[in-house]
């Protein structure tokens, strides 16, 4: 079993910055990637970026050049930085972590970002 909890979500106006973070636990050694992925009303969730155990990363086009995924394995927490945020990244934003257990894929509560124009 992982856990994963999510903070850092909020309200900002357009072109600001927040930083989403979520922390893993318990069976961390079965973690392959940990993503983020968003859903905004009357749509699907889609990836929005993922990073491998050992830091390789991809970004959905949407977001490339203005969000940064990273992560602290002391920790166990993978982080999203989103600048530049624009009305269209409103959505809520959901940890993922997929694994090499039979369950595969692992999600945290979602935490709500929005943004204004």
């Known amino acids: 079993q992982v856990q994963l909890v999510e903070s850092g979500g909020g309200l900002v106006q357009a072109g600001g910055s927040l930083r989403l973070s979520c922390a893993a636990s318990?069976?961390?050694?079965?973690?392959?990637?940990m993503g983020w992925y968003r859903q905004a009303p009357g749509q699907q969730r889609e990836l929005v970026a993922v990073?491998?155990?050992?830091?390789?990363?991809n970004y959905a086009d949407s977001v490339k050049g203005r969000f940064t995924i990273s992560r602290d394995n002391a920790k166990n927490t993978v982080y999203l930085q989103m600048n530049n945020l624009k009305p269209e990244d409103t959505a809520v934003y959901y940890c993922n972590a997929f694994t090499s257990n039979s369950r595969g894929d692992y999600w945290g509560q979602g935490t709500q970002v929005t943004v204004s124009s």
């Open positions: 990073i491998t155990r050992i830091g390789s990363r």
């Open positions: 318990g069976s961390i050694f079965s973690i392959v990637t």
